[in-house]
């Protein structure tokens, strides 16, 4: 049986991890995934894999699995007012279905 979740995504500057990962420890969440990643946005293409003087040029994605949609919103919230008006950044929620996950789910699993 599958455990209804959210999942908040936020695709933003490497630089920003750190900071970015405390919040999400902060608000209580069990876990998340980085990936470091690139694309194109409104401020310009970012690349990742590409060599480079510094990576801090890279992109990350965050992928955060929550068991309600508050604490998403007050992640995706907290990231958004402090960062996102000097650094690039997009943050998006959608609808999950956890189907093993021992920290999510508990000992009995989903």
Request: hydrophobic fraction near 40%; charge should be negative; include cysteine.
């Amino acid at each position: 049986m599958a455990k209804p979740a959210k999942k908040l995504v936020i695709v933003t500057e490497k630089i920003l991890l750190k900071k970015i990962a405390k919040i999400i420890e902060e608000a209580g969440a069990t876990g998340y995934t980085v990936m470091e990643t690139g694309g194109k946005g409104s401020r310009n293409v970012r690349s990742s894999g590409q060599p480079n003087v510094s990576d801090t040029q890279a992109n990350v994605k965050f992928e955060v699995l929550t068991s309600d949609r508050d604490m998403a919103e007050s992640i995706a919230d907290e990231v958004a007012v402090k960062f996102f008006l000097d650094f690039a950044g997009v943050i998006y929620i959608c609808d999950a279905e956890v189907l093993y996950g021992h920290s999510f789910c508990g000992p009995e699993g989903c």
